[in-house]
């Protein structure tokens, strides 16, 4: 089975690391590719700008998507990735701080898969982290991969 990488979209160091020290103390094995701003998360995801060639193709099993994001921000990032025929059926999982009722009302509208307040203890975030694993991981049915790479945007 190929190694699947994991879209990590999050500009705070200490929260890259923390998710990368979860991630190791849960078993995940897949590749985690952080980006550190919208831009470059779409840039990533439609193969512009700095990531102009990559194979299409080949996309992230998950992406966990901070909402306070430089450049554009999370919810911007999610309606341009639903937008698209070629990422409209990624699972995106927004992981944040915030717990504010619009920001939440905001990502289901705009297709979030699912909606996770990082917890501030480590040992609660590694549980979390362990959880939507097990889920998005292991227990999810992927949307089937389009290699079409000529699909018509909308």
Known sequence: MDEKIILLVEDNPNDVLLTRRAFKQARIHNRLL?????AEALDYLFG???WAGRDLSDMPLLVLLDIKLPKINGLEVLKMIRADNLTKLLPVVI???SKEEKDIIAGYTLGAN???CKPVDFNQFAE???QL???W?????????NNNRSIEKK
């Open 95 to 97: 992981l944040t701080l």
């Open 133 to 135: 694993g097990l889920y």
């Open 34 to 38: 952080v980006v550190k701003d919208g």
């Open 137 to 145: 991981i292991v227990l999810n049915e992927k949307p089937p991969i």
């Open 128 to 130: 979390a982290v362990l």
């Open 114 to 116: 699912s909606y996770i």
């Open 48 to 50: 512009t700008g700095s």
